[in-house]
Structures are given as structure tokens and as C-alpha cells.
């Protein structure tokens, strides 16, 4: 009884502040501003390792937003990616190029919608590490043919998509390639009418593949291990063996996060 009156007297003093502006500006001086550059150590390793010499020689931002319109250009080499590269998403990796490219192809997506239109903004470099760039998106699109999902057809419904805004970041090795993207973490999940799923995700949504996927999902997670070890129809993640030894965090797919 002593725990939930502590979680509740919690939970209302932080209702009590998010509703109050004054209660919140109370705090502003314990908040710092980032320097153009910190030393700071970052707690998981992984996040460390990927801040390589600190020194780019090159205009990471603006290597950012090349790489982002050859992307909405169609252009997609692979001349862009490191060889130990990996793609992780809220519920999707840590996946390399060649089974993402697999998986992707199975879903007949662009040809379901082929009016997609992804507004990017907000490029702006990560004050702890120069060779990482964020940046949002917000997908908008209108499924006007059918989306053949690995043999499974989802009939045309004319449905107009409108994702919420998400951050996406790409993170550069010191050769100038991409050695890790973080796609899809959605800002604000009340926004669009996906029911708060983004890019690839809001697509799917709007087509009438109602996934309920968040991380920590166990059903979901388990769902998808059973497909990973069946094969077939594309894979959530990279075989273990073809992981590069930098990504050492343990969680797949829908995993929830570990702790560090």
C-alpha cells in the first residue's frame, strides 16, 4: 500500500508540473545548454565507439541532406554505406543493407503508393558527436493501387496518409560512409492518421496491415523470432553472425531496451 500511495503522489506531482508553466520554468536553470562540442562519455558503449576521432573532415550536415534527397531522387547506392553498417528502427533491426533491401522488396509498397511525398526538416548535428545528424520527417500518401505483400494482396482503398512527424538520424564514419540510421521514432503519436505509426509503418497502416508493434511488445517480438528462424518473407533483423561487432546491444526487433 505504502509503494502505490508513493507511485501515486508521483504520477500527480508530475501531472501537477507538466500542467503548469510557471512549475516547470521553476527548473530552467538546472537545464544547461549543449556546447558546440562536448567531451562527454556517452554511457553505452556503442554510442561511444560511434563518435569515432570527433573530427570529421567533412560537412557532415550538409553530407546529411545530399544523402536524404537522393533518397526522395530514387538514387539509392550503395556507395552511401559503410560495410559494417546498420539500420535500427523502434521495432525493426539491427538490420544490414542486404536484408534490408530483401525485406523492403517483398512489400510492394511504392507501387501501392507511388504519390509518397516525405517533407524533411530540422537537420541539426548532435553536440556529442559531429559525425551524427538528426533530422525529422512527415510522410504523406494516397494508396490508389493494390500492395501485394509477399503474395498477401491488400486491395486499393484510396486511403490519403498522413504519418506523424518522426527523427531519423544517420551516423558517418570518418571514410565519409554511413555506418548507422536510426529510422521512424515518432514525436508526437496523437499527430496524423496513422494511430501515432510512421514512415514504412503508416504506409502499411494505411493500406489495412494493422500491426500493433511498439517496443517491449512480447507478443509482437515473438512473432516476429518465429518469422526470423521460418525465413522467407524478408527478416527484422540481421542474422547474428552477420552483425558487425560494434553493435553490441542484445535487443531484436520489438526487444524491450536493455539496461546500461
Not at 490519403?160 to 521512424?184: H, L, R
Amino acid at each position: 500500500m505504502k509503494g502505490a500511495s508513493l507511485f501515486t503522489s508521483s504520477v500527480a506531482a508530475a501531472c501537477t508540473l507538466s500542467w503548469s508553466a510557471n512549475a516547470f520554468n521553476a527548473f530552467s536553470p538546472l537545464l544547461k545548454k549543449s556546447p558546440t562540442v562536448s567531451n562527454v562519455e556517452s554511457k553505452m558503449p556503442m554510442f561511444e565507439y560511434l563518435k569515432f576521432d570527433k573530427n570529421p573532415k567533412f560537412d557532415v550536415l550538409a553530407k546529411t541532406e545530399e544523402y536524404v534527397s537522393s533518397q526522395k531522387i530514387g538514387a539509392m547506392s550503395e556507395d552511401w554505406y559503410a560495410s559494417d553498417y546498420v539500420l535500427r528502427g523502434p521495432v525493426i533491426g539491427p538490420i544490414g543493407r542486404k536484408d534490408l533491401a530483401g525485406s523492403q522488396k517483398g512489400l510492394g509498397l511504392m507501387d501501392a503508393f507511388p504519390d509518397v511525398e516525405i517533407d524533411t526538416f530540422g537537420y541539426n548535428i548532435d553536440p556529442e558527436n559531429p559525425y551524427r545528424c538528426f533530422y525529422f520527417q512527415r510522410w504523406r500518401a494516397t494508396m490508389t493501387k493494390d500492395m501485394d505483400v509477399y503474395g498477401s494482396i491488400y486491395p486499393s482503398n484510396g486511403g490519403e496518409m498522413e504519418t506523424p512527424v518522426s527523427t531519423f538520424c544517420a551516423v558517418w564514419n570518418p571514410d565519409g560512409k554511413i555506418v548507422y540510421e536510426q529510422v521512424g521514432a515518432v514525436v508526437d503519436r496523437l499527430e496524423g492518421n496513422t494511430q501515432g505509426k510512421a514512415a514504412v509503418f503508416g504506409l502499411l497502416h494505411t493500406a489495412g496491415v494493422k500491426l500493433s508493434a511498439a517496443p517491449g511488445d512480447k507478443v509482437f517480438s515473438l512473432i516476429q523470432r518465429v518469422g526470423h528462424w521460418v525465413g522467407g518473407q524478408g527478416r527484422s533483423w540481421t542474422k547474428e553472425e552477420d552483425i558487425p561487432e560494434w553493435w553490441v546491444s542484445p535487443s531484436r526487433g520489438a526487444d524491450a531496451t536493455e539496461q546500461w
